[in-house]
């Protein structure tokens, strides 16, 4: 047994016996006459107790057979027990008189289809094999097989053992190994049971489809590799890729070497998650939690694949980014040209004001200049309602419905509040732009009704307009990182701030108010609750003096009120905000800012697959092929098309490199040409 195995093993014992309550059984559950209980059985086998586990087994063998019914553990089984403490004689005993090595064990403490993510003591695919494979145990798992245990058995979620072994922190490759290994064995003895006449076509191509795990979705349409990147788990992602049969090593030379990627699943696809949207998409709720996560497309071949998709992209991207700023510029010549006009009002007899007065509408559009501006008006509003609105507001639908599929309505509540700070999708633009596009909307209607307040409104939208042009930083490598800054302390050092330094501010406004409200002058600072608020702020940030202190009613009070407000909020809380924002800098400096960055620009890069997936048919084929291509030669699937990758390693010590052609020998696929790989290295050309 690996020593990785035992370690988890280890663990996962502890925290299932500790936790477990005395279980009272029915009566069938209990022996007629004297002798042992079955909770005797569960107990002693959960000890590991293996002498006492036997006698009782040797005097009831029935109870091996028998589960437990209730809702946190209904259909647990001694066999369970015994898989947890990896007693493979206990194991052999069970199933020789009668346990049944498809035991699913559906309790709201070991599944998670019914419980809560946080009831859940230990997910392991419900299922006794399962059990034994994320735990590690070669032995077990290899009798339970012999044994009748079904490799194909999926749990209430959709899940395969491959899966379960895929959500694994500290997954075992070499266990997805030995079940895939086991899988092709099973294999093997459909095909000879097929040429044997044993099982016809149909019965064959069944369980043939049942047996190939790595093309198994579970209820959310995930197979196991998807599921790797979905959790994170980069050893088991990539160990999946490489064990796909459409992966093929071109040539080897030391740590260099060529491969193919077949691209099926990884791309992006019409139907279902590809590998790149369930990267990008899963890896919303642990952007700044989960440092691995972000750094799952890095891996060979998505960090390849998105590369050759941004220089693509890249060119509309930019055009979208020229088109946006000659909108807002118009908008922004619209807003400063708007149509006013001196009104003199007679305030008596003999004074006379003049005053700025909005234009009435249907006298803003008689000179050619106004004429201009009105195309310049009607432009940004046919965009922002259609360009702007469908881009940056409403999801794609593939996306909303991942998110509905993969995260609960509580999770997805949290990630809409705090999709502001982990920027990833349209984050804290998404809700920017809607409030510039509703600005723009309520803009258009009190020009044409005549009504006031144009000016407030106005000023909203070319803040958040403006404000838009941040989100192209995105495509930038170097302004890119620094808006992931802005991000995480705008909306988690200064919010937190802001919620306890108003909550001193209101106090410390009333009592200034209260202070001065008997004074005999008119102070303009703290005229009312309002202006007094506003000079407290100030003077935390520094831009305002008190100078009538001693002008108060009681100065003396005033002088404590202002001494201790100053100490409160300008040395103690404006310090402490500095002194959080540089933490969460160098949290964000440690994580790499460049693989947050990379995150956000691959989300960007599906966002504009999915947006313009109609616009981009429009352009000539040959820039539509720009990920992967069709590739000839010997093992290669046809009509399938590859991405041909190099890998980099570092060079192992003491070992001789060596060239390590493709092998010629190898029978080609049915309906593949005949050839080499085209002459990738030079010994294929020959």
Not at 162 to 180: N, R
Not at 190 to 219: H, S, T
Request: net charge positive; aromatic share 12%; charged share 20%.
């Amino acid at each position: 047994m690996q020593p990785v195995a035992v370690q988890r093993r280890e663990r996962a014992v502890p925290s299932v016996s500790a936790t477990r309550p005395k279980v009272v059984q029915s009566d069938a559950a209990r022996p007629s006459g004297e002798g042992y209980s079955f909770d005797d059985l569960c107990e002693k086998v959960l000890q590991d107790n293996e002498k006492r586990a036997l006698k009782i087994l040797k005097k009831h063998p029935g109870y091996a057979s028998m589960t437990r019914r209730h809702s946190y553990d209904n259909g647990e089984s001694p066999l369970h027990l015994a898989i947890f403490n990896g007693n493979l004689t206990l194991v052999k005993k069970m199933v020789s008189l009668g346990a049944d090595p498809n035991a699913q064990c559906t309790g709201t403490r070991f599944s998670q289809y019914r419980a809560k993510k946080e009831d859940v003591l230990f997910y392991y695919g419900e299922y006794v094999l399962s059990l034994a494979a994320c735990l590690g145990m070669d032995d077990i798992v290899k009798y339970l097989v012999e044994n009748g245990a079904r490799l194909e058995n999926r749990d209430s979620k959709g899940n395969t053992v491959l899966h379960v072994l895929a959500t694994m922190e500290h997954a075992d490759c070499s266990m997805a190994k030995l079940v895939l290994e086991l899988v092709e064995k099973q294999l093997e003895t459909l095909r000879e049971q097929l040429d044997n006449g044993e099982i016809n076509q149909d019965q064959f191509n069944q369980r043939y489809n049942a047996l190939d795990l790595e093309k198994v979705q579970n209820k959310i349409g995930l197979t196991p590799v998807k599921l790797a990147v979905a959790s994170a788990n980069l050893e088991m992602f990539q160990f999946l890729l490489e064990n796909n049969p459409k992966h093929h090593v071109l040539w080897k030379y030391g740590p260099v070497s060529e491969c193919l990627y077949d691209l099926s699943e990884i791309d992006t696809c019409p139907q279902g998650y590809s590998l790149l949207e369930v990267a990008v998409f899963s890896d919303v709720y642990r952007l700044y939690d989960n440092i691995k996560a972000a750094r799952m497309i890095e891996a060979t071949p998505l960090k390849q694949l998105f590369v050759k998709k941004w220089r693509c992209v890249r060119w509309w991207f930019w055009a979208f980014a020229a088109f946006y700023s000659i909108h807002i510029i118009i908008f922004t010549a619209c807003c400063y040209h708007r149509p006013l006009q001196d009104v003199v009002k007679n305030v008596s007899d003999n004074v006379t004001v003049t005053v700025v007065e909005k234009v009435p509408v249907f006298e803003s559009y008689n000179t050619p200049g106004h004429r201009a501006r009105g195309a310049g008006e009607l432009f940004t509003v046919i965009t922002s309602l259609t360009f702007v609105l469908g881009f940056f507001v409403f999801e794609p639908a593939k996306r909303s419905d991942f998110m509905k599929k993969h995260y609960s309505m509580k999770t997805r509540t949290y990630i809409f509040f705090n999709a502001f700070g982990y920027g990833i999708g349209n984050g804290p633009f998404r809700f920017v732009s809607a409030v510039y596009v509703i600005a723009v909307g309520i803009l258009m209607i009190l020009r044409l009704a005549n009504l006031p307040c144009e000016d407030v409104v106005m000023s909203i939208a070319l803040v958040f307009g403006w404000m838009l042009m941040l989100y192209f930083s995105r495509g930038s490598e170097h302004l890119g990182p620094f808006t992931i800054i802005i991000h995480r302390i705008l909306m988690k050092d200064v919010v937190r701030f802001f919620l306890v330094y108003l909550v001193c501010l209101a106090g410390y406004t009333t009592a200034f108010y209260v202070t001065f409200q008997e004074a005999t002058e008119d102070l303009e600072q703290f005229s009312d609750f309002g202006s007094t608020f506003f000079t407290l702020f100030k003077l935390t940030i520094g831009v305002e003096d008190i100078a009538v202190l001693n002008k108060a009613p009681n100065p003396i009070m005033a002088v404590i009120l202002f001494v201790s407000f100053l100490i409160f909020s300008f040395l103690l809380m404006a310090n402490l905000l500095i002194a959080i924002m540089g933490e969460t800098l160098g949290v964000v400096s440690d994580a790499g800012w460049k693989n947050l960055w990379k995150l956000q620009r691959a989300s960007l890069i599906i966002l504009f697959e999915q947006r313009y997936r109609l616009c981009l048919r429009c352009v000539p084929r040959r820039l539509m092929q720009f990920a992967g291509g069709h590739v000839d030669g010997l093992r290669v699937y046809p009509n399938t098309r590859y991405l041909k990758v190099k890998i980099r390693g570092k060079p192992e010590a003491g070992r001789e490199t060596k060239l390590t052609p493709p092998d010629r020998h190898e029978d080609p696929v049915p309906g593949a040409p005949s050839q080499c790989c085209g002459g990738c290295f030079p010994c294929c050309a020959n």
